[in-house]
């Protein structure tokens, strides 16, 4: 079920009752995409200082209550929005709201553990650009997405911005958009749906709401740039594909998610088919939608045997995408990733943790609070979904135009001879 | 429910409906307890040619079957059993019977085949001889069980023995422990009943049972050497210290799983209280009882910071050890232990592979296919341990002339001060 308290917190609250066990999330509206230029990687950087105290939660007693109870905590960051998750035995979740509760409106943000802080954050975003495909990633969609629009930069942000920043912006940040009428609260297993909305109330209702006026930094693209080579010290060369996607919708979701099977979901997937075993030019081969709730992309990654074959590899890519653009699909291989997708989509149900996470993007497209069932809805997308559905989204989302490249090479690596799909000859 | 086809193949069927999907296992009672001196491996190695083909499955074709069904499967070996298992959307879960009734009658080992696997399976060895805790895993079980039981030598073998194995050897193997009477099927999750019981009878009762005489392999100890010092590159040195356990009960495992995290299960647990926070010389704490159907061992394993550091560490443990001899639990951390090894059980019933993993043991304990009531008393177990049981454990158990003690140390480093526990002065 679902429900708005009058302050504006959204509330989802769906019995799963097999185990005795309940997921409890705190979701805000909030992420990468709301940064203004000096707040780059705050999102991020706030989310770990949400665990470093709040007025009746100190440092350390969030993991503190996790252990005592028996249960797990964690947060992510995204470009759209920004989660606190629990999951434990059913008798524990209500002092976890607490938790959320405290540290939505009184989170206690000090000078020492930001500055300590600030240069873990940092690390971590060392540590990911020690990844080839991690760089090529945040290239792409500064490559794809004009400066002016949020999905532009890194959801970690810059060393620079990261450097630069003061609490006094995080405290800022913090609130405006930290509070009820931004926020979502998900729990599902087992519980008891009238003391839960009871308990809900009594804790969550009383603190006013904010209106945010959330920032309207759509997407824009800005293609100027759209060969990338860069240099790192990698074992193999990565190739990088990616076209701007739609924004998150349930039908486009179960589209990409087959699509994304057709093409690599495994060994006997059309690219690796392509790539891998017949021309023996690919060590693997990855795709992904990254939608976005107003964007986002589509990649697909191929990690090079050698950086030599780097035209021959974009020739095979390049047919293969203007057959999908004629809507030559291989019917045998698209019924096994509609079987596969659907197959995913069951697993995916099956822990409570990951089960939430696949839902929170749903709580975001649906209007009226139909998370849930657009999210069931799935189950009949994916085995309803035709070639002629797949060819109409592969023909609105891979433009030749809107195509960019990206290639991360050794230092000592010849420069390839990457080319863009309308060039092929 | 349990059952036994007249061929003396076990079949357990328990549903398990909240998804569309069923976990399908073949599990023989057969591992690397049951090798001889020139099988040493053998279990392991023919886990693997599994794989490579049958009378009605060539190479490749499971892993195909998996895919095209949008499912996953996977085995693994240890030293009592091997298992073999899918994950299944509910319609496909008759093809994995198929597929492993003719890899347990019609297995096809191919001259070809074997010897480039054995490449592969030698391979495997040899990476897993580049950690530290499993060279010191292993060589406690060759301290603590001496040579003629069948669990003295590690489940991968050794270079020379896989080195020198034959075809034929491997065909022996096969054909005395790869029949009905020694194996047992468990099928979890959304199936019907009645025609789960049909499909089994018509497809797997046909061929006959041979008897084995499993060997009389049993636990016996030589601790003649109990002080062990390895060699390797390693970052930090690794402390292990070993003690035989117990062979597999429930209430043994209860026991096991509640003081396994009473010393290790986290941050605010004995071990990493007394040697991270308190002290500050160790980095992370392991411990994890390994009981196999006859016996095993219950491991401690620590990361130093230095090696300069080893005599302190080890009376620190010692000390510890001797508190929980004279009964002196810590009351709040023991009642914390319980409640997690509790969430833990609930937790691992979440996904059907893992679920169907943590009930293997107990089908080989329990004698009337009681199973699964044996695996659900757990939940019970674990509510009533009381610090006396756990007293009675640790003084069957931990020994002082029973433990075995290991360093996995760099070449560089100095030769520490270990000790033994009844050496502490």
Redesign the interface.
Known sequence: MFYKLENGLSVYLFL?K????VSITMVYGVGSFDESKQEQGVAHFLEHMMFKGSKNYSLGAI??FS?????ENNAYTCKDYTAYYH???KDSWQEALLIEKDRMINLDLKQGEFDSEKQVVIEELKMYQDEPQEILYDSMYESLYSKSGGYFHPVLGYEKTLDDMSLEIMQGFYDKYYNPSNATLILIGDFDISSAKETIKKELSKFPSKKIARSTNIRTYDLSDRKLIKEMEVEYPNLQIGFPSCGFSTKNYALSNVLDEYLS????CRFYQILCEENDLVNNVQSFCDSQVEGGAFFFNFELKDIKDSSKVLTLIYQELNKMLEGAFNKEEFE?AK??????F??E????DDYTMSLIPFTFYSKNGEALSEYQSLEGLFKDITESDMKSFVCEYFKPSMQVLGIVKDAEDEIPNIFLWEDMK
């Open positions: 799963k097999n185990l005795p066990l993991d503190l252990h005592v109870s028996g249960g999951l434990l035995p979901g495994g060994k006997i096994i079987t596969k997708a659907l197959s995913n069951y697993m149900q099956e822990k409570l």
